[in-house]
């Protein structure tokens, strides 16, 4: 009897319930004082869907970005994952927003991305704390790191091409960069060794970054989040070995690492264990797969405007050979 009471009462406010969903997106639509140009889509979800099925598509821009472009200009507005949102096009605007980040705006991410990631990335501090992990990053990447990288690098790129490119006739340009790039971060910038299936892992939290934050078994997300945690115990080992390592030498920093440096904060007291991972998480993503993607698209373009192509072979020719 008592349960069917709440019965009734809950389908006696659901209508209520509708009817102020409505009136609350109707209110935030009628309030357009300074609001670029745009549509917020149906209440709550906005054009969450549309979004997601251009990007499951690969093709974000070409079915979401630019038919709003057409229809509203560089800048429009929508609705996605719950959240009103802008989008802006155009080096001018983008310029805008980028040289004014903890000023004017804050960068944010999904809940998703943030979850995989890791809370204690660079993506999610701020203020003093994001400047100081910014500068452990950057010494890597500075003219003295350079000197030590850039020679790996090249003797990594030169062995990739001997083994995975000399003497095959086809060639997925997409894939072999993935492996390139992936390589080059954990063995290069990161000093850790590649071991079998750690690509693949890494790939499978990189698929749920941008997917909705649902804990369902057999989702994107849950898959993600059960290969985020085989990368963190991974990690975990790899960065405790290391802290032991370096705990008993007497000169620190030595073979100019990431890892190394960042290893040494914790050491120091100044960054955390967790830190450390998270930090080293959001790297390879962000090294891994923009680079590959940018390289291959690289080759894709060479190959539809060999003009082009000639140019780059008639300029190497030029090029002086470094003395050793």
């Known amino acids: 009897m008592f349960g069917d009471i709440i ?25 357009k004082r300074k609001l670029p140009p745009g549509e917020m889509g149906f209440p709550l ?24 472009v057409v229809k509203h200009g560089k800048i ?4 996605i994952m719950g959240s009103p949102t ?12 980028l040289s004014n980040e903890f000023k004017l705006v804050k960068s944010s991410w999904p809940s998703s991305s943030v979850e995989l990631m890791g809370r204690d990335s660079i993506m999610e501090k701020d ?12 010494t890597t990447l500075g003219y003295a790191g350079l000197e030590v990288l850039v020679p790996r690098l090249c003797n990594s790129v030169q062995f990739h091409l001997a083994t995975k490119w000399k003497g095959q006739e086809n060639i997925s340009i997409h894939r072999s960069t993935k492996v390139l790039t992936f390589s080059i971060v954990f063995e290069c910038l990161l000093g850790i060794r590649v071991e079998p299936g750690m690509l693949d892992t890494f790939e499978r939290v990189l698929e749920g970054v941008f997917s909705p934050a649902v804990m369902f078994p057999g989702s994107r997300f849950w898959r993600a ?3 985020r945690v085989e990368i963190e115990k991974m ?16 000169e620190r920093e030595q073979d100019g690492m990431l890892l190394s440096k960042l290893v040494s904060g914790m050491i120091q007291g100044e960054i955390s264990e967790k830190e450390v991972i998270d930090n080293v998480v959001l790297l390879v993503f962000a090294a891994h797969d923009t680079t590959s993607f940018a390289v ?12 082009c192509y000639g140019k780059i072979l008639e300029g190497k020719a030029f090029m002086p050979v470094p003395s050793k």
């Open 86 to 97: 802008v989008v802006v096009n155009g080096a001018e605007a983008n310029k805008f927003l």
């Open 296 to 307: 291959a698209m690289t080759f894709k373009m060479l190959s539809q405007h060999p003009d």
């Open 235 to 250: 990690l975990v080992k790899v960065v405790r070995e290391k802290r032991r390592e370096m705990e008993g030498s007497s």
């Open 45 to 68: 979800i906005g054009e969450t869907m549309e979004f997601f099925n251009a990007q499951r598509r690969n093709k974000l821009f070409e079915e979401f970005v630019h038919p709003r």
């Open 225 to 227: 989040k059960k290969a």
């Open 76 to 79: 429009f507005r929508t609705r």
């Open 127 to 138: 203020g003093e704390r994001h400047r100081f992990l910014r500068g452990v990053i950057a």
């Open 7 to 31: 019965y009734f009462i809950l389908w006696g406010l659901f209508p209520l319930l509708v009817s102020l969903i409505f009136l609350r997106h109707k209110q935030c639509c009628k309030d």
